[in-house]
Nanobody
Framework: QVQLVESGGGLVQAGGSLRLSCVASGSFFSINTMGWYRQAPGKQRELVAYITSGGTTNYKDSVKGRFTISRDNAKNTMYLQMNSLKPEDTAVYYC???????????????WGQGTQVTVSS
């Protein structure tokens, strides 16, 4: 089975930092793009950042310069370093993985269950 487990969320004051982690487990033929999404109450889920297998990154404009996405391919782990946090960053953050599962040999998107990030003013 494929599992994505997020961790690192919590409560932080504006201007503070958090580091989110996402650990992917399962037998993958390949892992292509991994990304972080977030969803605030009553709002649509939005892409925060993604990183390809080759290390190419992309960020939502509002987090550029503050957030850094990275991955450790050997550990199948993705990180999101969040600095200079703002109250508008408050949301549930979800890990997403696009990969090819070894058994099914099909490209599939997988989701974690999310981790809460709350930024107080």
């Amino acid at each position: 089975q494929v599992q994505l487990v997020e961790s690192g969320g919590g409560l932080v004051q504006a201007g503070g930092s958090l580091r989110l982690s996402c650990v992917a487990s399962g037998s993958f033929f390949s892992i292509n793009t991994m990304g972080w999404y977030r969803q605030a109450p009553g709002k649509q889920r939005e892409l925060v950042a993604y990183i390809t297998s080759g290390g190419t990154t992309n960020y939502k404009d509002s987090v550029k310069g503050r957030f850094t996405i990275s991955r450790d391919n050997a550990k199948n782990t993705m990180y999101l370093q969040m600095n200079s946090l703002k109250p508008e960053d408050t949301a549930v953050y979800y890990c997403n993985l696009e990969g090819v599962y070894l058994i099914t040999r099909t490209i599939t998107n997988y989701w974690g269950q999310g981790t809460q990030v709350t930024v107080s003013s």
